[in-house]
């Protein structure tokens, strides 16, 4: 039927415009990154998403097609992000740091505003072995659950372009070190003895915290730790007082200039 040919050839037209405008906006995309870079400004800016979103609702406002076209530019959204991560890191990110010094808090912020894959190293083990850390630790003992977590490392240097959640005792083992250095660039992430107890006081997840929550023993725990996390970090943030969005700007633009 010549309508029916008509109107796919019409249809096959809009996708090669289609093709092509999202080239074009790619290619956008890169250059307003260079363009930041360039300059030394503000990497993520979170509040830019928001304002985009608001000003397509108002343009596409009683478009019959309106939900399914919103649905198509949250994944353009999506990969514009995944595009601005690959170009400022060609390598995995692996954050390292004691307890609450916010290794998780910042993965997910970063997930969100760079479109990164998130490896939480405690997480993944507790689906792999089917219960809580504290369980693991309570039926098995932490050695198991430390080669548990060389195991991961291990299993991880496949991966690309994906930020890598540590427990807090991975850089503790100089085997771990050695093998989350082979695709990665390591982030420790600090904090004061009084802001860790701060953000770790009413969570009965770590193990070892359990019945030590005060100040003097996370300080003499951080002390032991200390030299290790140092040596294993390629660069340090300090994250007392600093929001997320703050600390994840910090280590951006730290591992930038280690890149150079
Ligand atoms: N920069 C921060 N400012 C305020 N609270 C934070 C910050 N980073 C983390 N937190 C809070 O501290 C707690 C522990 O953070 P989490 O990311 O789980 O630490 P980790 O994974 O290093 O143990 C969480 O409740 C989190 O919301
Ligand atoms: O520091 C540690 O030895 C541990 C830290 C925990 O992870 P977080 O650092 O994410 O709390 C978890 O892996 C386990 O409780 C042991
Ligand atoms: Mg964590």
């Known amino acids: 039927m010549k309508e029916l040919d008509l109107l796919r050839q019409e249809l ?7 093709a092509d405008i ?5 290619d956008v995309v890169e250059k307003i990154m260079a363009l ?28 019959v097609h309106q939900e399914e076209i919103a649905d198509i530019y949250a994944r353009v959204l999506y990969n514009s992000k995944k595009i601005q991560g690959k170009k400022l890191f060609d390598y995995n990110i692996v954050l390292i740091g004691f307890m609450g ?3 998780s808090t910042i993965s997910a912020f970063l ?5 990164m894959d998130v490896v939480e190293m405690d997480q993944v083990i507790a ?5 809580s850390i504290s369980e693991i630790f309570e039926t098995y003992g932490e050695e198991y659950f430390r080669n548990l977590e060389t195991q991961l490392l291990i299993d991880m240097q496949s991966k690309q372009n994906v930020i890598i959640s540590c427990g807090g005792g991975v850089a503790m083992r100089e085997r771990n070190v050695a093998e989350m250095k082979k695709n990665g660039k390591v982030v420790l992430l600090k904090a004061d003895p009084q802001t860790i107890l701060d ?10 915290l359990n019945g030590h929550k005060n ?32 600390i994840c700007e910090e280590m951006i633009h730290k591992l930038r200039r280690a890149d150079e």
């Open 12 to 18: 096959l037209s809009c996708d090669t415009q289609l």
């Open 22 to 26: 999202l080239m074009k906006r790619f």
């Open 36 to 63: 930041k870079e360039k300059n030394q400004m503000q990497i993520l800016q979170p509040e830019q998403e928001s304002r985009q979103i608001e000003a397509l609702d108002i343009e596409l406002k009683g478009n």
């Open 101 to 103: 010094a916010g290794k």
């Open 111 to 115: 997930r969100d505003a760079l479109a």
């Open 127 to 131: 689906e792999q072995q089917g219960m």
């Open 199 to 208: 953000r770790v006081k009413d969570s009965d997840e770590r193990p070892l």
């Open 215 to 246: 100040v003097e023993y996370i300080a003499d725990l951080m002390e032991a730790r200390r030299a290790k996390y140092e040596a294993a970090a390629d660069i340090v943030v300090q994250t007392d007082g600093k929001s997320a969005l703050e």
